[in-house]
């Protein structure tokens, strides 16, 4: 089992910045990969970025490549999601999950935390 621990959300202007850490806990993360995902109200889930644990490659969405960047704190066991230049259409619930590198299953998630961006 894993556990995820999302916080950093909150409300902030457009164009500003914001930086969510999920701490991890229960398993090593080696064998793992980690993702964001947010969902907006009254749409899907979607995908957000992606960083392989073991080696720190990364994999964004279009729509927040060169604006976001995840990255990783082995020592902390914490996954971050810097978030710059937000935007308005960007508010959403943001979550961490943890994908098997065998399955390429999402099969841990957190709580997720909100972020709201004012225009």
């Known amino acids: 089992q894993v556990q995820l621990v999302e916080s950093g959300g909150g409300l902030v202007q457009a164009g500003g910045s914001l930086r969510l850490p999920c701490a991890a806990s229960g398993r090593t993360l080696r064998r793992y990969a980690m993702g964001w995902f947010r969902q907006a109200p009254g749409k899907e889930r979607e995908f957000v970025a992606t960083i392989i644990w073991s080696t720190s490659s990364t994999y964004y969405a279009d729509s927040v490549k060169v604006r976001f960047t995840i990255s990783r704190d082995n020592a902390k066991n914490t996954v971050y999601l810097q978030m710059n230049s937000l935007k308005p259409e960007d508010t959403a619930v943001y979550y961490c999950?943890?994908?098997?590198?065998?399955?390429?299953?999402?099969?841990?998630w957190g709580q997720g935390t909100q972020v709201t961006v004012s225009s």
């Open positions: 999950a943890v994908r098997s590198l065998v399955t390429s299953n999402y099969d841990y």
